[in-house]
């Protein structure tokens, strides 16, 4: 089955850096669009970033736009989200998620925690 | 940027009762572009819905979608203890892919 495993959450500090990983198994990764989700803590659902299959393609959210780097290892069946210049309103729990291509996202990861906090 | 806008924000109801909920559009969405997902506490959302009325794998039939337009409904027949959770819309028509703000069911 289709699994999606997220990892490299923590708590860092305002202005830092930080990578998060999801690591893929279950399906045919390099088809497959890969988007990032985020989710404040007792609010709702915010879309961060898409990558599709080339890994060529990328699109943002305006607010991670110029800060955040979606890229994929299609050898490796993993998606990174490479967050730079971080700040207090990107803490979240982080999720992945696919889209086969126009599609709904229909399979998530169980996210990983970033805290930004001083 | 096409906003979601869900109602009510939260539905409080029992065991076996009916439950609608509501998800409007700021702008045309082609309704082969709407999902739903359910958030259970502490869980990953979970896909529900795609196509506005098609259900994904696994969902049992009392969760029915329908709409069209700006304006779509999720409708869960009779309310299993196991579905009161959040539940959200989202359009995937265009980027930036957005996401309703949320209608939670909670028990009665």
């Given amino acids: 089955q289709v699994q999606l495993v997220e990892s490299g959450g923590g708590v860092v500090q305002p202005g830092t850096s930080l990578r998060l990983s999801c690591a893929a198994s279950g399906l045919t990764f390099s088809i497959y669009g890969l988007h990032w989700v985020r989710q404040a803590p007792g609010k709702g ?11 060529v393609t990328k699109d943002y959210g305006d607010s991670v736009q110029g800060r955040f780097t979606i890229s994929r290892d299609n050898s490796k069946n993993t998606l990174y989200l490479q967050m730079n210049s971080l700040r207090v309103e990107d803490t979240a729990v982080y999720y992945c998620a696919t889209d086969a291509g126009g599609a709904a996202f229909d399979y998530w990861g169980q996210g990983t925690l970033v805290t930004v906090s001083s | 940027e096409i906003v979601l806008t869900q109602s009510p924000g939260t539905l ?9 909920l509501s ?13 739903w997902y359910q958030q259970k506490s502490g869980q990953a959302p979970r896909l529900l ?11 049992p039939d009392r969760f029915s979608g329908s709409g069209s337009g700006t304006d779509f409904t999720l409708i869960i027949s009779r309310l299993e203890p196991e579905d009161f959770a959040v539940y959200y819309c989202q359009q995937y028509r265009s980027s930036p892919w957005t996401f309703g703000q949320g209608t939670k069911v909670e028990i009665k």
């Fill in chain 1, 45 to 55: 659902l915010e879309w961060v970033a898409v990558i599709w299959g080339n890994g």
């Fill in chain 2, 12 to 20: 409080s109801l029992s065991p076996g009762e009916r439950a609608t």
């Fill in chain 2, 23 to 35: 998800c409007r559009a700021s702008q045309t969405v082609s309704s082969t572009y709407l999902a």
């Fill in chain 2, 49 to 59: 819905m795609y196509g506005a009325s098609s259900r994904a794998t696994g969902i």
